[in-house]
């Protein structure tokens, strides 16, 4: 079974830096993409960034390019997001997603628990 | 960016009762491949997105029959054959043909 535990979110003052974990286990972890996606408390679930399993393609939402960097370790079974320069409007709740490479699998993206972020002086 | 629009924006049902969720797509989101790449979630109360159907009809694991999906291109629906309290929560639709992925608005669910 795929899971997916988020961590390293709280609080945080404007301009200031996390980095968030995403755990995976259930699955290789090195033949998935990860995505992350975020959620404003109440509101609806935008995307955030993506990464394929060898970390050489990696994409961004045009809010956080510059800013966000999402990494991964194959080793740790383990997707990071290290957020800079960080906006109240970055307030949210994060999560991590799981996606098989659609070329030989069914592509569905499975999501985490998330873990929440808050900006705020 | 693929504006993905969820109708309606709530859903009062009565237990045993059948609901339906659209989803309408501002582009086609039928792939090269032949697969249509169309998601439902489901967002329980104070849960995560939990997936209940992929590339327009089929269930995830674990997912009851009492949930089917369908459509083609860019008109899609979720249809619940006899809703149970336990479908209570929010329901989207999400498309995975390009980045970046885009979610429909959410459509509540709620018991009579």
């Known amino acids: 079974e795929v899971q997916l535990v988020e961590s390293g979110g709280g609080l945080v003052q404007p301009g200031g830096s996390l980095r968030l974990s995403c755990a995976a286990s259930?699955?290789?972890?090195?033949?998935?993409?990860m995505h992350w996606v975020r959620q404003d408390p109440g509101k609806g679930l935008v995307w955030v960034s993506r990464?394929?399993?060898?970390?050489?393609?990696?994409s961004y939402a045009d809010s956080v390019k510059g800013r966000f960097t999402i990494s991964r370790d194959n080793a740790k079974n383990t997707l990071y997001l290290q957020m800079n320069g960080l906006r109240p409007e970055d307030t949210a709740v994060y999560y991590c997603?799981?996606?098989?490479?659609?070329?030989?699998?069914?592509?569905?993206?499975?999501w985490g628990q998330g873990i929440l972020v808050t900006v705020s002086a | 960016d693929i504006v993905m629009t969820q109708t309606p924006l709530s859903l009062s049902v009565t237990p045993g009762q059948p609901a339906s969720i659209s989803c309408k797509s501002s582009?086609?989101?039928?792939?090269?491949?032949?697969?249509?790449?169309l998601y439902w979630y489901l967002q329980k109360p104070g849960q995560s997105p939990q997936l209940l159907i992929y590339?327009?009809?089929n269930r995830f694991s674990g997912v009851p029959d009492r949930f089917s999906g369908s459509g083609s291109g860019t008109d899609f629906t979720l249809k619940i054959s006899r809703v149970e309290a336990e479908d209570v929560g929010v329901y989207y639709c999400?498309?995975?043909?390009?980045?970046?992925?885009?979610f429909g608005g959410g459509t509540k669910v709620e018991i009579k």
């Open positions: 997603g799981s996606q098989a490479d659609c070329s030989s699998s069914a592509c569905y993206i499975n």
């Open positions: 259930g699955f290789t972890f090195s033949n998935y993409w």
């Open positions: 990464l394929n399993g060898a970390g050489s393609s990696i």
């Open positions: 582009q086609s989101l039928l792939y090269s491949d032949g697969r249509t790449h």
């Open positions: 590339e327009v009809s």
């Open positions: 999400m498309q995975a043909i390009q980045l970046p992925l885009t």
